[in-house]
T-cell receptor, first 115, second 110 residues
Framework: NAGVMQNPRHLVRRRGQEARLRCSPM?????VYWYRQLPEEGLKFMVY????????ESGMPKERFSAEFPKEGPSILRIQQVVRGDSAAYFC?????????????FGSGTRLTVV | DAKTTQPPSMDCAEGRAANLPCNHS???????VYWYRQIHSQGPQYIIH???NNETNEMASLIITEDRKSSTLILPHATLRDTAVYYC???????????FGAGTTVTVRA
């Protein structure tokens, strides 16, 4: 049973470009969470999604950031018109229930570098 | 969320037990104590959690004081692969958000 898969592992974008980060949850998991870790900082909750629904996006920046989890396919975190301050590691976690009875399973993350 | 306080760093000798303290003096009765770790360049990994009883699994043991104001994560036989940042988190069971602090950077030395 594969774990949470995130791709790409590393992504370099120029300022003003778009970044698309993908997260495939574990098999049987229908709840997905995105976290961001800025350099030298702790992980911060961004958004919680179920299939085709955004449940809580209270941690998402108000502009340029969006997330989706379609009926088919991975969850996508989209950052439009990236700026240097978006450089960070973005982690996705999934769970079969919300919240899970135990801990979350995290992916290995996507490291976004904006140049 | 109740906040936690952890030492910023600690060293441990390979093969010895590592005892990681965490203070959560404002924890409420329905909040659990969770421990995660983050090995360099990887995503956080769940270790263990508990409410008020001590817990043990294949990775670690969790000792929670009777007043629940502090806890200790014990790695019984630390290896070099246990070098990581360890996070102590408290949350209610029906809250899906995790609030990560700065954690404790544990370095296991040969």
């Amino acid at each position: 049973n594969a774990g949470v898969m995130q791709n790409p592992r590393h992504l370099v974008r120029r300022r003003g470009q778009e970044a698309r980060l993908r997260c495939s949850p574990m098999k049987g998991h229908s709840h997905v969470y995105w976290y961001r870790q800025l350099p030298e900082e702790g992980l911060k909750f961004m958004v919680y999604l179920q299939k085709e629904n955004i449940i809580d996006e209270s941690g998402m920046p108000k502009e340029r950031f969006s997330a989706e989890f379609p009926k088919e396919g991975p969850s996508i975190l989209r950052i439009q018109q990236v700026v240097r301050g978006d450089s960070a590691a973005y982690f996705c976690a999934s769970s079969p229930t919300a919240p899970p009875n135990y801990g979350y399973t995290f992916g290995s993350g996507t490291r976004l570098t904006v140049v | 969320d109740a906040k936690t306080t952890q030492p910023p760093s600690m060293d441990c000798a390979e093969g010895r037990a590592a005892n990681l303290p965490c203070n959560h003096s404002t924890i409420s009765g329905n909040e659990y104590v969770y421990w995660y770790r983050q090995i360099h360049s990887q995503g956080p990994q769940y270790i263990i959690h508990g409410l008020k009883n001590n817990e043990t699994n294949e990775m670690a043991s969790l000792i929670i004081t009777e007043d629940r104001k502090s806890s200790t994560l014990i790695l019984p036989h630390a290896t070099l692969r246990d070098t990581a940042v360890y996070y102590c988190i408290v949350r209610v069971s029906n809250d899906y958000k995790l609030s990560f602090g700065a954690g404790t950077t544990v370095t296991v030395r040969a």
